[in-house]
């Protein structure tokens, strides 16, 4: 059974720092890349970074210099570093675990989200 679980959230105020992070099972973890999302109410889900299994990242333009993910596979755990966090960094992050081959997604697991809830 797959698992794919965050911790980490909670509320901050601006300018503070977060570590966000995602435990998966069930999964090989080194063939997956792994990716954080955030939501808002009324918003679609939205990239924040992702981490292929070579390591290579990406990151929205939000994140940019702020944030940082990194994993460590032989824990099976991905985290992201969040620092000098802003009211607008507030939301839903959702972990992902998504295996690609080719340009074919074969597997594509969710976690159930940690709130981020940071204050002015």
């Known amino acids: 059974q797959v698992q794919v679980v965050e911790s980490g959230g909670g509320l901050v105020q601006t300018g503070e720092s977060l570590r966000l992070s995602c435990a998966a099972s069930g999964i090989i973890f080194r063939s997956f890349s792994m990716g954080w999302y955030r939501q808002v109410p009324g918003s679609q889900r939205q990239l924040v970074a992702r981490i292929t299994s070579a390591g290579s990242t990406d990151y929205a333009d939000s994140g940019k210099g702020r944030f940082t993910i990194y994993r460590d596979n032989a824990k099976n755990t991905v985290y992201l570093q969040m620092n000098s966090l802003k009211p607008e960094d507030t939301a839903v992050y959702y972990c992902?675990?998504?295996?690609?081959?080719?340009?074919?997604?074969?597997?594509?697991?969710w976690g159930q989200g940690t709130q981020v809830t940071v204050s002015s």
């Open positions: 992902n675990a998504r295996r690609v081959t080719g340009s074919l997604v074969d597997y594509d697991y």
